[in-house]
């Protein structure tokens, strides 16, 4: 019986490369460069540091870019609010990884109002499709791609 996996993962190696790589153009732009602006990794949580708001702003347009080029989807940051002290803003972005258990059972709602013959069980941070027909399974991810679950979703494990 045919299918696939519903998961919403991130590539740690490559949301490393592309702090890396903010870091770097962050050191040699004119505007940013004797700042002491840095954005911190610490696996779930990005934090990023600078002595005014404004060019925390512009740090996060840089951080949005440079995930953009590596392929990791801007839906996985959770912005959270940003901090201001005498001498230094911070702001802590949160890295979501696997589908929260409300949205996985909304999502599942919404799959079996279709009526597709198509069952779905929801495993720790992914969700399960199968069926017997194949076209039943790609109907499912279209749907899934058509509504807007402000998580990234990806769809592996595809078996026939």
């Avoid at 490369?17 to 004119?30: G, K, S």
């Avoid at 990794?41 to 995930?67: H, S």
């Avoid at 027909?133 to 790609?138: G, I, M």
């Avoid at 679950?149 to 494990?157: F, K, M, V």
Wanted: charged share 30%; proline share 2%; with cysteine.
């Amino acid at each position: 019986m045919p299918s696939f996996d519903l998961v919403s993962e991130v590539n740690i190696h490559e949301l490393g490369n592309a702090i890396d790589q903010a870091n770097r153009e962050i050191n040699t732009r004119y505007d940013l460069k004797e700042t002491s602006s840095v954005i911190e990794n610490n696996q779930t949580v990005l934090v990023i540091k600078a002595p005014e708001e404004f060019q925390i702003e512009q740090i996060l347009e840089i951080l949005r870019q440079k995930l953009t080029k590596r392929g990791i989807d801007i839906l996985c940051l959770k912005k959270g609010q940003c901090e201001k002290s005498t001498n230094q803003a911070r702001l802590s972005i949160n890295i979501q990884h696997g589908i929260p258990t409300e949205t996985a059972k909304k999502i599942t709602q919404q799959i079996k109002q279709t009526k597709l013959k198509v069952q779905t069980s929801i495993q720790g941070e992914r969700i399960r499709v199968s069926g017997k027909k194949r076209d039943d399974l790609q109907s499912v991810i279209s749907l899934v791609k058509g509504s807007n679950w402000e998580l990234p979703i990806q769809y592996e494990n595809f078996r026939d």
